[in-house]
């Protein structure tokens, strides 16, 4: 059974830092991209990061690139988020995403980890 | 960056009724890139959905798609009450990948 699992959320002040990490479990980890999809409290969902399956390749929306760094650990199964320069507009829900290559759907999800951004 | 207008953005409908979203793109995407999603209350997206057309795993068959080029559309043919939940639509055609702003669904 696929399982991923995200930690690291919290509350944090503007301008501060913060890295989030999901631990992937059920699947070959190192066969997939991944992704990070976030969700402001009472809103959509929006892409945030895809990383490629040796790390190689990363893609960011303008909203965060320059500022959020996508990384993986194929030994530990594990994807990162590393967010700096963190602004209220960040604070949502991180969902740590497994990615189908042949669409770039997002066939599996984890539940979750919120971010605060707030003074 | 495509934008995904999704319509209606709520619906209410009664169990067994059919109900049908339609997700217009900006620009033309092949019907590989088209993919719906279902977000239950406080629970994480599902996939329901992708390339058009094809059932995720485990998904009903009273769920399905159709579509091509820049309208697509996503149809319950009953809905049942476990259907209650805000549906999405995502294309992975070119970044960013974006998603409709989504339906919420609720039972009458």
């Known amino acids: 059974e696929v399982q991923l699992v995200e930690s690291g959320g919290g509350l944090v002040q503007p301008g501060r830092s913060l890295k989030l990490s999901c631990a992937a479990s059920?699947?070959?980890?190192?066969?997939?991209?991944m992704a990070w999809v976030r969700q402001a409290p009472k809103k959509g969902l929006e892409w945030v990061a895809t990383i490629s399956t040796s790390g190689s390749r990363t893609y960011y929306p303008d909203s965060v690139k320059g500022r959020f760094t996508i990384s993986r650990d194929n030994a530990k199964s594990s994807l990162y988020l590393q967010m700096n320069s963190l602004k209220s507009e960040d604070t949502a829900t991180y969902y740590c995403?497994?990615?189908?290559?042949?669409?770039?759907?997002?066939?599996?999800w984890g539940q979750g980890t919120l971010v605060t951004v707030s003074s | 960056a495509i934008v995904l207008n999704q319509s209606p953005s709520s619906i209410i409908a009664s169990q067994g009724e059919k109900v049908t979203i339609t997700c217009r793109a900006s620009?033309?995407?092949?019907?590989?890139?088209l993919h719906w999603y279902q977000q239950k209350p406080g629970a994480f997206p599902k996939l329901v959905i992708y390339?058009?057309?094809y059932r995720a795993s485990g998904v009903p068959s009273r769920f399905s798609g159709s579509g091509s080029g820049t309208s697509y559309s996503f149809t319950i043919s009953r809905v049942e009450a476990e259907d209650v939940a805000t549906y999405y639509c995502q294309q992975g055609s070119s970044n960013p990948n974006t998603f409709g702003a989504g339906t919420k669904l609720e039972l009458k």
């Open positions: 995403a497994r990615v189908a290559t042949e669409g770039n759907w997002f066939a599996y």
């Open positions: 059920g699947f070959t980890f190192s066969n997939y991209y």
């Open positions: 390339s058009t057309s």
């Open positions: 620009s033309s995407i092949s019907s590989n890139y």
